[in-house]
C-alpha cells in the first residue's frame, strides 16, 4: 500500500511533460473539444496533438525524443506513449534492438506485434500506446527508427 502512495505522489509529479504542456495549456474539456474540432489539422497550430493522459510524449516539436527518457512507476502501473509526431515506435524488445533490456523475469514488449517488421510498424501522429508494468526493474526502451539517434527512454519499476 505504501508502493501505491509513492506511485501516485511520482505520477503527479510529472514535471518534464507538465512543463511541454503547459506551452499548449488547455483544459481537459477543451482538449477534448479541440481534437473533436479536427484542432490537430488546423494550419499554423505548431504545438501538435496534446496528451493530457500521456506519461511520456515521443516525438514532441518534431524532435526524436521521449519526454520524459526517465520515468519511475509502481509495480502495477501503467504507462502511455503518446505520438507527437509520425515516424516512432516503442520496442522494450532486445531480439528488435542491442539497447533495448528488461528483467529477467519480465516479458518483452513493443507498439507493434511480434510478427510485424521493428523498423517499419510506427504508431501514428496522434496515436498512443500503453502497457502495465507488473514486474519490478529496468526497462531500457528505443524507438527502432531512431535509437541511434538517441531516441531512447527508460522506466524504473519500483
Ligand atoms: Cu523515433
Known amino acids: 500500500m505504501d508502493g501505491v502512495d509513492r506511485g501516485r505522489q511520482r505520477r503527479s509529479g510529472r514535471s518534464k511533460v507538465g512543463a511541454w504542456r503547459e506551452f499548449f495549456r488547455p483544459t481537459r474539456r477543451e482538449t477534448v473539444a479541440a481534437l473533436g474540432a479536427g484542432l490537430v489539422g488546423l494550419p499554423g497550430c505548431l504545438s501538435g496533438p496534446s496528451f493530457p493522459d500521456a506519461d511520456v510524449v515521443a516525438g514532441a516539436d518534431g524532435e526524436n525524443t521521449f519526454e520524459p527518457a526517465a520515468l519511475t512507476v509502481a509495480v502495477g502501473n501503467s504507462v502511455t506513449w503518446g505520438f507527437a509526431s509520425a515516424g516512432h515506435n516503442v520496442c522494450c524488445r532486445p531480439e528488435d534492438s542491442d539497447d533495448a533490456g528488461l528483467p529477467a523475469d519480465?516479458?518483452?514488449?513493443?507498439?507493434?506485434?511480434?510478427?510485424?517488421?521493428?523498423?517499419?510498424?510506427?504508431?501514428?501522429?496522434?496515436?498512443?500506446?500503453?502497457?502495465?508494468f507488473e514486474v519490478p526493474g529496468t526497462y531500457d526502451y528505443v524507438c527502432v527508427p531512431h535509437e541511434s539517434l538517441g531516441m531512447t527512454g527508460t522506466v524504473t519499476v519500483e
Open 106 to 132: 519480465a516479458a518483452a514488449f513493443a507498439s507493434y506485434g511480434p510478427d510485424e517488421s521493428p523498423e517499419g510498424s510506427l504508431v501514428p501522429r496522434g496515436g498512443t500506446y500503453e502497457y502495465t
